[in-house]
């Protein structure tokens, strides 16, 4: 696995970023971006769960990126609550999409708690995506979004004890959701699901993989 930090732009901001390449393996890769937790609970793209993810994808084959948001860590701009991060989730999908040897109509975007919300909010943004995988994502920002009628393929992954996102609310409310749609309970993981790291990136990345191909 090759590591490079990188920058890209949202519109007048640049954002720092971490780009994994897979070793030995025939280019065209598809890809994986990552969207990581609220900086307010310490969330980057250093994130323990982000970077398993990531990795996992590498070493599966994929092109993996994660990123900070605007006014995180060594991101330019102000993180504001989230306004402007559509923009950059958008930057980075558009980034990933013409990198040299990734395959820009094969490309996962997922989000770990902010992060997923995120993308749920501003789904309608994000069609260079093909599959979306959404871990711990909250309650309200499915309300809101327009992932009811969404035709791609969806992962949910959630942990069974997470007191911030009620595993068996996110069940009752996926149940309006179109398919295809899967659903992963990870037993004894709370909204960090710290310990859980590998288990969770496995199920993300064999998901990927089948959603992909």
């Known amino acids: 696995m090759q590591q490079t930090a990188i920058a890209f732009k949202s519109r007048r ?4 970023g971490v780009l994994s390449l897979p070793e030995g393996l025939q280019q065209p890769y598809p890809a994986f971006v990552m969207c990581h937790p609220h900086p307010m609970l310490g969330g980057n793209m250093g994130n323990p769960l982000v970077t398993s993810v990531c990795r996992a994808a590498c070493e599966a ?12 860590e060594g991101s ?11 923009d950059d989730i958008k930057s980075a999908l558009n980034m990933m999409r013409r990198w040299p040897g990734v395959d820009g109509k094969l490309i996962t975007l997922g989000g770990y708690s902010f992060g997923a919300g995120a993308i749920l909010r501003g789904l309608r943004h994000f069609k260079r995506a093909q599959s979306l995988v959404l871990i711990a994502p909250p309650l309200s920002a499915i309300a809101e979004s327009r992932v009811v009628k969404d035709k791609r393929p969806k992962l949910f992954v959630v942990g069974q004890n997470d007191r911030l996102v009620s595993s068996v609310e ?39 993989k089948k959603t992909l191909n």
């Open 170 to 208: 996110l069940q009752y409310m996926l149940d309006s959701v179109r398919e295809p749609l899967q659903f992963r309970e990870i037993p004894d993981g709370d909204h960090s699901l710290s310990g859980h790291e590998w288990e969770v990136a496995d199920e993300v990345v064999g998901f990927a």
């Open 76 to 86: 330019e701009g102000e993180f504001g609550n989230g306004d402007g991060v559509h």
């Open 61 to 72: 084959g994929f092109a993996s990126l994660r990123f900070n948001f605007r006014g995180v």
């Open 13 to 16: 901001l640049t954002l720092e």
